[in-house]
């Protein structure tokens, strides 16, 4: 991961929501100091995409991994993973290039994704670009 490393809750955290279906929702961060990726919040399943949208900082970036719950024309219930790189106009160029050299390395680790997002502003990730990936 481009001399990062992914600490072992984030390792955990996002099992939990895989397998276990605890967590709607794993934001991460890069600590830059230590060259750690760290969890900085997880949400729990009663939570929505509109409240992970919400917990993303205006000048920060982050990765987020989000579990979209839908039900198809066949009315079968489903399950699809994003990952979403959260790289906003306001954060820093290092931190931008640190996060976009880290995310190939950060995708490997957490296999089953199905779905990736890109987004500089929150207008890039909103709900309907979700909704549209799944149909």
């Known amino acids: 991961m481009n001399g990062m490393w992914m600490t072992e809750e984030c390792k955990r955290s996002f099992m939990e929501m895989k397998w276990k279906k605890v967590h709607r929702y794993i934001v991460f961060k890069i600590e ?4 750690k990726v760290t969890v900085d919040k997880v949400g729990a399943t009663g939570e929505t995409y509109q409240d992970l949208a919400a917990s993303l900082p205006e000048d920060d970036c982050r990765y987020a991994v989000f579990d979209f719950d839908y039900v198809t024309v066949d009315n079968c219930r489903m ?31 957490l296999e089953g994704i199905h779905y990736e997002l890109q987004a500089t502003d929150p207008t890039e990730m909103g709900f309907d670009k979700i909704q549209d990936r799944t149909k």
Do not use: D
Not at 32 to 35: A, G, I, L, R, T
Not at 89 to 99: H, N, W
Not at 100 to 109: D, E, H, M, P, W
């Open 32 to 35: 830059e100091k230590s060259n």
């Open 79 to 109: 399950s699809k993973l994003f990952f979403i790189t959260w790289s906003p106009e306001a954060s820093r160029i290092r931190e931008k290039m640190m996060y976009a050299t880290s995310k190939s390395g950060l995708r490997r680790v």
